[in-house]
C-alpha cells in the first residue's frame, strides 16, 4: 500500500517540473512591465516593447491557466504500467468528458444540485473554465482524481483481448469506453458533493491563517522529513499548486498578484499571509550551505580537495534550481539523525522567517523562484524584507553548520572524506537500494529461523503479526532468533507461528514473499 502512494506522489512531480520555467517567464515579463524597472516610456501599454513583453507573458501563463488539465494528462506517465502516451490520451478525453457531464448537470439539475451555472466563473460562484468547459472548480483534485480512475482501468483493460469483431475497440479505445460511463456517476458524485468540499477547503484556508507561524513549522517539517518516503508530495502539492492555503494555490495567486504586490508599500505579509506556506526552499539554499561547509570542514586534510570538488557542484544544484537530493540523501544514507536534524531547522528557519514578515512563493531555487518570482521584481518596495530574510538564513547557515559539524565529530559519521570512507555523495537510488537490501537481509534471516522457503506452506499477516503455517515446527528456530532479528514476540500454535513485528510488518512479508519466489533479488541465501 505505501508503495502505491509512493508512486502516486512521484507521478505528481511529473506536471510539477513544468512550473519553473514557466514562473520565471512570467515573473521576468511582470518585471519588464513594471514601470519602476523599466521607465514609463518602455512600461507604456502602447508601447512596442511592451506589447513584445506581453505576448510571452501570455504564453508563460500556459501552465498555471490549465493546472488541472496538466496535472490530469501528467499523472498517467508515472502511473500507468504500460503505454503511457494511450493512457494520457484517454485521461484527457474522460477527464474533459467528466466535466462536460458536469456542465451539462449542473445547466439542467442546477436548482437540485443547488448549483447556479448561469453565474459567472470566479470568485464564490465555484465555478471554473476548464478546456473551454464551464465546469465545477474542483481545482488539481478533481484533476487527480479521475487521472487516477482513469489511468487504474488502463491498467486493467487496455490489454483485454475483445472479440474479433469488436477487434477495433481495443486498447485506448476500450479503455475510453468504459471510463465514458464511469465519468457519469463521478459527475454526479462530484456535484453531490463537491460544493460541500468547497466549504470545508474555504474553512480550511481559514484555519491555516489563524494557525500563523505553527501552521508554518508544521507545513515545513512535514514537507521536509517526508522527503525519503515520497510522501512530502501529498504535503506541498495541496498548498503550492491546490487551494488548501488560497484559491487556486500558491504559485497561481502569486504569479497572479505579483505587479500588484510589488507596487504597493503595505508589508507583504499582511497582503499574502498565506505566503508562508512557501517558504521551504530557504532550506534548499542557506540549509544547503551550512551542511556543504560542514562536511568540508570534517573530511580528512589530504581528501579536501576532493571532496570540496563534490560539494560546490551539489550545492551550486541546491541554491540554484532546488534540487537537494545528492546532499540530503548523503547524510540521509549515513545517519538517519542528521536528516531529522535538518527538517527540525528548516522548519524552524521558516517559521522565524515568518514572525519576521518575510512571505512569498520561495519554494524552488534562486534561479527558478527566489530571484525572478520574489527578490527582483519585489526589491523596490520590499528591500527590507529580504536583507531580513537573507540575515535570518545566514544565521541559520551557521547554526546548520555548527550542529552538523559537532554531530558528525561526535559520533564520528563517515561522511565524504572522513578516515577511510568513500568520497562519494548518495542518490535517492542508493538509499533506497540500501534501505532495500537491509530488508532482504532480515526478511532472508527471518526465513532462515522459520527453517527456510520450503518449510512455509502459507504465510499472511494482519496489522503487527507475520502469521505462518509451516511444514514442519520442529525445524524453527528457538524465539530469541526472532527477537534478535527485531520481533517483539512469538506465538506458537502446533505447526502455526505468529510473529510479533510491527506497523511495518506488510514491508517485511513482501520481502519475504520476493524471497522465496525469487532468492536471487538478494545476496542472502537461506540456510534449512
Known sequence: MLSQIQRFGGAMFT????????????GIAIMLKNPMFVGETLANPQ????????????????????????????LPIGLANKAQARACLSVLVSFMTWNYFINAMGMTWGDYFGVDFNQAVGGESGLAMVAGIKTLDT??????????????????????QLPVFLGIFQGSSFVTIVAFFVMIPCAWLT????????????????FMLVSGPLGVWVYTFLERILIPTGLHHFIYGPFIFGPAAVEGGIQLYWAQ????????????????????????????????????????????KENKAKVAGLLIPATLTAMLVGITEPLEFTFLFISPLLFAIHALLAATMATVMYLF???GNMGGGLLDQFLPQNWIPMFHN?????????????????????IFRTLILKFNLKTPGRDESEIKLYSKADYQAAKKQRGYDIAGHILAALGGAENINSLNNCATRLRISLRDASLVAPDDAFKQLGAHGVVRHGDSIQIIIGLHVPQLRENMESLMNNPSSSSFVTES
Open 15 to 26: 506536471p510539477v517540473l513544468l512550473f519553473p520555467f514557466a514562473g520565471m517567464v512570467v
Open 47 to 74: 508601447g512596442l516593447f511592451f506589447q513584445i513583453v506581453h505576448i510571452i507573458e501570455e504564453g508563460g501563463w500556459t501552465v498555471f491557466r490549465n493546472m488541472p488539465l496538466i496535472f490530469a494528462i501528467g
Open 139 to 160: 481545482s488539481i483534485i478533481g484533476a487527480i482524481a479521475i487521472s487516477g480512475i482513469v489511468t487504474a482501468l488502463h491498467n486493467r483493460l487496455f490489454d483485454r
Open 191 to 206: 456535484l453531490q458533493g463537491w460544493p460541500k468540499v468547497q466549504m470545508g477547503i474555504a474553512s480550511l484556508q481559514e
Open 257 to 300: 498578484h505579483m505587479l500588484e504586490f510589488s507596487q504597493s508599500t503595505r508589508p507583504l505579509i499582511e497582503l499574502f499571509p498565506q505566503g508562508g506556506f512557501a517558504l521551504h526552499g530557504n532550506s534548499k539554499i542557506f540549509g544547503a550551505m551550512g551542511i556543504a561547509l560542514a562536511i568540508y570542514a570534517t573530511a580528512a
Open 357 to 359: 514578515g518575510v512571505v
Open 382 to 402: 520590499h528591500a527590507g524584507m529580504m536583507f531580513t530574510q537573507i540575515a535570518i538564513g545566514l544565521t541559520f547557515t551557521g547554526i546548520w553548520f555548527l
